[in-house]
């Protein structure tokens, strides 16, 4: 199993990512990484159906043609394997205004998991490169759509203690907008609260309103004995965070889990949306103001 | 490797717990449980000194005599093996008012660390039983000192939402005490902030100061290659925590970690105490007002 070129894109990813998370050179990688693990997942794998037992989605997962290993779920009507080199060149460079909701979705999706697949079935030793790969390809494409690197951590204010807080990412974009507060997670379960709670600090630090909050997710699928698929949802838990903790601007997710769409529309309507949106409201998200 | 006697007095004590923690049942099972796991560590294993990078700690590991496998991190001078049926019996029951406290905190380290040793050296396949040993051991004891088993979830009170959140310990002491809330955890790391954050759920359903948050942590301990020890501590963002997100009332650890100990001394004055402190103020926990 060629592991070997996976790592070494991978590592040049990282690398290129830390030096400047907006540049060509992060674009040009992560079009690279993505293209080579499709590769990898067409030419070793075949896709096996699982039971879906969330209504209105089909899952498969990616499994090696000897047997050997088998990929976390794929939600099949979100994944095109033969997605094109042009087509993932318009997403990162975000000229997706022609691209049609759907077709963007597909294609979010599919960049967004490539990789994931392809460390799920050769195991590279790394487990939280996914998280690193996603992390990387959501913070590009933010970077880009709001012209600034994002910071990872904080100074907190204070009489007389200094002290600074590592944060998930914050993009301050000036003083004439809104700045943004950007958790960015493979899957959340009951992890989920620490962004609430970090938007909290966020809060208390700085006032309330100053920092949008906005989570970006990948999905909530979990795999149940190699044979079907759930999804892991709070939503009464996420109502209380909301309430309680910190208010979530919006929150993302690249597969949209089923139960988490009723809560936009009651109290406290938290604005959960496909990924994709992000694209057609990123002007308004830094517009300060209620 | 005589796992099957550990599995079952386990087992035993999960199925006690569930139907009344401050039980008579509860007792026994946990003594029986303890003593079998430090019978096994002393005829199984030895202990081998690990490099200490915590100033002032000395610590070692249990290795079984077959070199197979080896422990957590044992805290030396707070690891006593020997300690008698009714030294534990004492404990257990809360009649400590004569022992005194670096003794106290001898039996309560070695107590709580037995079963954790026993099953990092017969790995009986459940990762998560020494956290749940750890959650029914703090409970019992606190379950009994405050003369009431703890609930495990609470209502949210909403104009038209009903709802029940999941959380750790909430003693609920009636109208005319204060209530307790009481997250348990083997360590923390950066998982910490979930604490801090149910405090604030529960500050903002109730009202501030209605619940007070009694943090319990085993240690901070982290084994690094086999040889050697550290504590990881993040005391500028407990901090941070305890300023803006919510007041946490005490927390209180086994191993007390010596870099939080300053915590004590300087704004926000987090209360960080070793254990052996609840014993002794446990009443004035109760009493609600500032």
């Given amino acids: 199993m060629p592991a070997d070129p996976l790592a070494n894109s ?15 050179a992060v674009e040009s990688e992560l079009a690279m990484l993505c293209e ?3 590769d990898f997942v067409r030419r ?4 096996a159906d699982l039971i879906s037992n969330v209504p209105g989605k089909s899952y498969a997962m990616a499994r090696l043609k000897t047997g050997a290993r088998s990929s976390r779920p794929i939600n099949k009507a979100l994944f095109d394997p033969s997605i094109s080199h042009s087509e993932i060149a318009k997403v990162l460079s975000g000229k997706v205004a022609a691209v049609k909701d759907p077709r963007l979705d597909q294609l979010l999706y599919t960049i967004a998991i490539s990789y994931c697949l392809a460390v799920d079935l050769v195991s590279v030793g790394n487990k939280k490169s996914p998280g690193t790969f996603f992390e990387i390809l959501v913070g590009h494409l933010a970077a880009r759509r709001f012209k600034a690197n994002p910071a990872r951590q904080i100074a907190i204010p204070s009489l007389d203690i200094e002290n600074t807080l590592p944060t998930d990412f914050i993009f301050d974009l000036g003083p004439t907008k809104a700045k943004i507060h950007m958790p960015v997670k493979i899957s959340t379960r009951e992890r989920v609260i620490q962004a609430w709670a970090h938007q909290r600090v966020l809060e208390g630090m700085h006032g ?4 949008r909050g906005i989570l970006v997710i990948l999905t909530e699928t979990n795999k149940q004995k190699e044979t079907s698929v759930v999804e892991v949802c709070l939503p009464g838990q996420w109502a209380a965070y909301q309430m309680y903790i910190a208010p979530m601007h919006r929150v993302y997710y690249f597969d949209l889990p089923k139960r988490y769409e009723p809560l936009r529309d009651k109290y406290p309507h938290i604005q959960i949306w496909p990924f994709s949106r992000f694209f057609r409201e990123y002007e308004q998200l830094q517009t300060p103001g209620p």
Avoid: P, T
Avoid at 10 to 24: F, Q
Avoid at 44 to 47: G, K, M, P, R, V
């Fill in 44 to 47: 070793y794998a075949e896709l």
């Fill in 36 to 38: 080579l693990s499709l």
């Fill in 208 to 211: 309330a309103g100053r920092f």
């Fill in 10 to 24: 991978y590592e040049r990813l990282r690398v290129s990512a830390i030096a400047d998370l907006k540049s060509a």
